[in-house]
């Protein structure tokens, strides 16, 4: 029988070569850490469905904040809890909200030593848990109306300190909102990391624990995309390139490698992936489980978001994944 004289093997023979070969390689600044801090709080609470992970208090979280910079990661990225929660999320633009108060105690911990990155979103902050303020006949989250928030969302955000916004709420228009807010504002020099391609995803659930964040009525697949869409993914990439959006984010990862494969190869923008928190908890539970080999599993599945083409990964194993490669 004839036999090809290509043999792959030869590269896999010995740690060295394939080491030598390794074609995606991880890199600590690759990593970006959400953090969750609440309003009120005087010791950190651990999350029930992420072990591991933990609704901060201001001080604990300068802690971990400083751990993940120490340890080398690419930025970070806060979501707030407010103590109240109303019809409008009327905590989120405070300018003593939650995440006003951790932007402006990080900068001065941390200088410009790492990115700090603040979620735009409305779900913690009102008491329904939508994305935004309701329709008068509380049909859906009202779009436009929903933009003005957002548009002094950022504001606050920019004047606390943030480096990045990162909308998430998906209403369409956004961007361009937030990008007019925050430039006649004196900040033009800030950066956009749009929530692109957000799918409507049963992986949020343990997150919605961690931000408490669960709509108390209805769902959000009004504004949120549907898992069987691809094309419209890069609909709502061009949509918010055209906007201002300085880099672009598909949510969430491991699902949606073929997202992230096809924005990638068309834009040349950053591209961010966030490894959410169901394929944090899955994992994690395999392994308390003795089910999965952690580590290596926590590092392949990463591996195979910057392989299908995102150089940023939010992720909760950010510190750990950074301490691990220094
Ligand atoms: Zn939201």
């Not at 290509?6 to 740690?15: G, H, I, K, S, Y």
């Not at 009120?40 to 901060?56: I, K, R």
């Not at 749009?194 to 343990?206: D, E, L, N, Q, R």
């Amino acid at each position: 029988m004839a036999f090809s004289t290509d043999r792959p093997r030869r590269l896999r023979r010995t740690a060295a070569l394939r080491r030598l070969v390794e074609q995606t390689r991880l890199h600590p600044a690759d990593f970006v850490l959400p953090l969750f801090v609440k309003e009120g709080l005087a010791e950190p609470q651990d999350v029930a469905s992420m072990p591991g992970v933990q609704q901060h208090s201001l001080e604990s979280l300068r802690k971990a904040a400083s751990e993940a910079v120490s340890a080398g990661v690419g930025g970070l990225i806060l979501f707030g809890i407010p103590e109240t929660k109303d019809a409008t999320g009327t905590g989120a633009d405070a300018e003593a909200g939650i995440v006003q108060q951790a932007l402006r105690a990080l900068r001065s911990d941390l200088g410009d030593s790492t990115v700090l990155m603040a979620d735009l979103c409305l779900c913690e902050y009102t008491d329904h848990g939508h994305c935004g303020p309701m329709t008068s006949d509380s049909a859906t989250v009202d779009n436009d109306v929903t933009l003005m928030r957002y548009a002094s969302v950022a504001r606050a955000q920019v004047e606390a300190g943030a480096d990045v916004i990162a909308p998430s709420g998906m209403m369409d228009g956004q961007v361009g909102v937030i990008r007019d807010a925050i430039d006649s504002a004196g900040y033009a020099d800030r950066a956009i990391l749009a929530y692109a391609a957000k799918y409507s995803s049963a992986f949020y659930g343990p997150f919605r624990d961690a931000a408490e964040s669960t709509p108390s009525f209805g769902d959000r697949r009004g504004y949120q995309m549907d898992p069987a869409n691809a094309d419209e993914a890069l609909r709502e990439v061009f949509a918010d390139i055209e906007q201002g959006a300085d880099a672009v984010m598909v949510k969430p990862a491991g699902p949606y490698l073929d997202v992230i494969a096809r924005v990638a190869s068309v834009v040349d923008l950053p591209v961010a992936a966030y490894q959410v928190s169901g394929e944090y908890a899955m994992l994690e539970a395999a392994a308390a489980n003795g089910w999965i080999e952690r580590e290596r599993a926590i590092v392949e599945s990463v591996t195979a978001i910057k392989r299908a083409g995102a150089q940023t990964i939010l992720t909760y194993w950010a510190t750990e994944l950074a301490a691990s490669l220094r």
